[in-house]
Structures are given as structure tokens and as C-alpha cells.
């Protein structure tokens, strides 16, 4: 079962309102994701210490690692982190139909948007 996570959601008022702010918020993000990922041994050691968590360095390690190679899809691949899949979405919505007993289901290209991300 694929079903999409990780995502980050804006009202439709702000967006109108405020799109630089949510672009600006999403280049924020993205940079965090990419220092993160390239900086895992330091990443980890601020968790623990701002979280005072006292799980072993090498789980959060194996967890960043799984969370960094569940951030694309077969759809996504060799696009900037963050940018979705209307095929990705279609098949999301479709087992949320079979299983999840949602009605209404609108087009894939109402519930998402690429618009925001920055231009690489």
C-alpha cells in the first residue's frame, strides 16, 4: 500500500494571502531536509541533545536513512525533494476510496501543488 506522508499543509486563504511567505517557508524546509541529510552525525546529536532522547546514534541513523529514501516515489525520482505525482496521488486516493471510506474524491491536481517549491 503507498499512501504519501510527509507533506506540509497551507489553507487555501493563506496561500492566496501570503505565497511568498509559503515559498520562503518551503526553501527553509527544503534547506533543513538537505543539510540534514548531508550532516546526519551532527543532525543526530542536536536531536539528542535539544529532545534528551537516549535512544542509541545508530537507530536515528537507520531512520534518517529510511526517511530519506521514502522522500521520493518511482514518480519523483530525479525531482527536487518535495515535488509530487499526480499518478502518485491517483493511486493514494484510489486506496483511500477502496479502504479508507472516502467519498467525494476530487482530481489528483486539487489536493497538491508544485507551484511553491523553489526553482533549483
Known amino acids: 500500500m503507498n499512501l504519501l506522508s510527509y507533506g506540509i ?16 517557508f518551503l526553501a527553509a524546509t527544503l534547506k533543513a531536509y538537505d543539510y540534514t541529510f548531508k550532516n546526519m552525525d551532527e543532525a543526530i546529536d542536536i536531536f539528542v541533545k535539544r529532545t ?3 535512544s542509541p546514534k545508530a537507530q536515528h541513523k537507520a531512520e534518517l536513512l529510511v526517511y530519506q529514501q521514502n522522500l521520493h516515489t518511482e514518480n519523483t525520482r530525479g525531482k527536487p525533494l518535495g515535488w509530487q505525482a499526480d499518478k502518485d496521488w491517483d ?13 467525494s474524491r476530487r482530481p489528483a491536481s486539487e489536493y497538491f501543488t508544485n507551484e511553491y517549491l523553489p526553482a533549483n
Open 91 to 103: 493511486r493514494m486516493l484510489s486506496t483511500l476510496e477502496k479502504y479508507g471510506g472516502m467519498t
Open 9 to 24: 499543509i497551507v489553507n487555501n486563504t493563506f496561500l492566496r494571502e501570503k505565497p511568498e511567505v509559503v515559498r520562503r
Open 52 to 54: 534528551a532522547d537516549t
